[in-house]
């Protein structure tokens, strides 16, 4: 049996207090595109992984209708069922991406979601918080009074924000397929991407709404490619924890080049299903880790293969586990659950064929479980 007694989630967000309707709860498990006719989002492997895992910590039997499983939680209400499914998970320590809006513990900039420490509480966990760069840049330009103002703000609010947090966030690209310049972008470069963007929209507010459809990973303006790399060099700058939300096939190699030796790690997010790509990085690069979230989230029951394929060429202190969850606590209990039982195959495996020890196996779950995580963000008391 390889036990990983407690988890550190290293990536996701708050959980929905507000009670969900069926159509709302479905469309939380897929993505942006309407689900096919005919079917909803229940028919993914996330939506089998949780109508396996959920319905028995509300007193319903696995694989219930996604109907009866929806009208006990509202019965039990969202509370009640935020509390069951997140202290089921095994997390001991939650970080939190809060959207970057606000103190330690604010709600999502696009959600009613909750902070790190209301998230940490229902879970009987501890909290800390994760601040993403691009809503933090919008909120500096909404009352900056001109270029020199906004970039000013906008180094004093990202090096302010990092005193309390454990990481920093932001998207690779504003757009899939626009290739990350890895360099630092000139003073010169800098000023005339802000004018421009402040110009064109007199507040670069909606900079930060990443919801389906909006700002910068949506079909919103985008924030200005160079005002991006910016704010990359102003995170690497702090020191902390850089994760970059690479959008899969996102080439950040260049980035992952540049970065070596200087600033903090790298942790790469949303690589399924270009996870190899990923795995390769972190073998090439000593500050570059990978997030194992999009692989358990969307490969639910075929993810201890996906796991294995990372394990083949990413060193061991280099993977990190997270739910990669959002809005619904049955996200992070299926996060947890799925990427326990994917690790006990794959481990599991190699033990019962006699090419790895028991105590091997162990320490190396312990690592991808909980140990690296701890590392990579100094959570020495966690």
């Given at each position: 049996?390889?036990?990983?007694a407690?988890l550190?989630?290293q990536?996701g967000?708050?959980?929905?207090t507000?009670?969900?309707?069926l159509?709302?709860?479905?469309?939380?498990?897929?993505?942006?595109a309407?689900?096919?006719?005919?079917?909803?989002?229940?028919d993914?492997?996330?939506?089998?992984?949780?109508r396996?895992?959920?319905?028995?910590?509300?007193g319903?039997?696995?694989?219930c209708t996604?109907?009866?499983?929806?009208?006990r939680?509202?019965?039990?209400?969202?509370?009640?069922?935020?509390?069951?499914l997140?202290?089921?998970?095994?997390?001991?320590?939650?970080?939190?991406?809060?959207?970057?809006?606000?103190g330690?513990g604010?709600?999502?900039?696009?959600?009613?979601?909750?902070?790190?420490a209301?998230?940490?509480a229902?879970?009987?966990a501890?909290?800390?918080?994760?601040v993403?760069?691009?809503?933090l840049?919008?909120?500096?330009?909404?009352?900056?009074?001109?270029v020199?103002?906004f970039l000013?703000?906008?180094?004093?609010a990202?090096?302010?924000?990092?005193?309390?947090?454990?990481?920093l966030?932001a998207?690779?690209?504003?757009?899939?397929?626009?290739?990350?310049?890895p360099?630092?972008p000139g003073p010169?470069?800098?000023?005339?991407?802000?004018?421009?963007?402040?110009?064109?929209?007199?507040?670069?507010?909606?900079w930060?709404?990443?919801?389906p459809?909006?700002?910068?990973?949506g079909?919103?303006p985008?924030l200005d490619?160079?005002l991006?790399r910016?704010l990359?060099?102003?995170?690497?700058?702090?020191?902390?924890p850089?994760?970059?939300?690479?959008?899969?096939?996102?080439d950040v190699?260049?980035?992952?080049?540049?970065?070596?030796g200087?600033?903090?790690?790298?942790?790469?997010?949303?690589?399924?299903p270009?996870?190899?790509?990923a795995?390769?990085?972190?073998?090439l690069?000593?500050?570059?880790?990978?997030?194992?979230?999009?692989v358990?989230?969307?490969?639910?029951?075929?993810?201890?293969?996906?796991?294995?394929?990372?394990?083949?060429s990413?060193?061991?202190?280099?993977?990190?586990?997270?739910?990669?969850a959002r809005?619904?606590?049955?996200l992070?209990?299926?996060?947890?659950?799925v990427?326990?039982a994917?690790?006990?195959?794959?481990?599991?495996h190699?033990?019962?064929?006699?090419?790895?020890?028991?105590?091997?196996a162990r320490?190396?779950?312990?690592?991808i479980?909980?140990?690296n995580?701890?590392?990579?963000?100094a959570?020495?008391?966690?």
């Amino acid at each position: 049996m390889i036990e990983t007694a407690s988890l550190v989630d290293q990536y996701g967000h708050g959980v929905l207090t507000a009670e969900l309707g069926l159509g709302t709860f479905e469309a939380r498990l897929g993505g942006a595109a309407p689900a096919a006719p005919g079917t909803t989002f229940f028919d993914t492997q996330t939506g089998v992984a949780v109508r396996r895992w959920c319905p028995p910590l509300l007193g319903l039997e696995p694989h219930c209708t996604p109907a009866r499983y929806l009208a006990r939680r509202r019965e039990l209400g969202s509370l009640e069922v935020s509390r069951r499914l997140l202290r089921a998970t095994g997390i001991s320590t939650y970080l939190v991406d809060t959207g970057g809006v606000g103190g330690p513990g604010a709600a999502g900039a696009s959600d009613e979601l909750t902070g790190a420490a209301e998230t940490a509480a229902m879970g009987a966990a501890r909290g800390r918080e994760i601040v993403r760069l691009e809503p933090l840049a919008a909120r500096v330009a909404a009352t900056a009074g001109g270029v020199g103002a906004f970039l000013a703000g906008l180094a004093e609010a990202v090096h302010t924000a990092a005193a309390p947090a454990v990481a920093l966030s932001a998207a690779a690209t504003t757009r899939p397929g626009l290739a990350l310049d890895p360099g630092p972008p000139g003073p010169g470069e800098v000023r005339g991407a802000a004018g421009r963007g402040l110009a064109a929209r007199g507040s670069v507010s909606g900079w930060a709404d990443d919801r389906p459809g909006t700002g910068p990973l949506g079909g919103g303006p985008p924030l200005d490619p160079v005002l991006l790399r910016h704010l990359h060099w102003t995170a690497v700058g702090t020191g902390l924890p850089l994760h970059l939300e690479t959008g899969g096939g996102t080439d950040v190699y260049g980035f992952a080049a540049a970065t070596a030796g200087v600033g903090g790690p790298l942790v790469l997010r949303d690589t399924y299903p270009y996870h190899r790509d990923a795995a390769r990085l972190t073998a090439l690069f000593p500050q570059v880790h990978a997030d194992l979230g999009s692989v358990l989230a969307r490969t639910g029951a075929a993810a201890a293969g996906v796991l294995a394929e990372m394990l083949e060429s990413a060193p061991f202190g280099k993977l990190l586990f997270s739910t990669a969850a959002r809005g619904l606590p049955e996200l992070h209990l299926v996060g947890a659950r799925v990427f326990r039982a994917a690790l006990e195959r794959v481990l599991g495996h190699w033990v019962r064929d006699g090419a790895w020890s028991v105590g091997d196996a162990r320490r190396v779950a312990g690592l991808i479980a909980a140990g690296n995580a701890r590392r990579v963000h100094a959570l020495a008391d966690d």
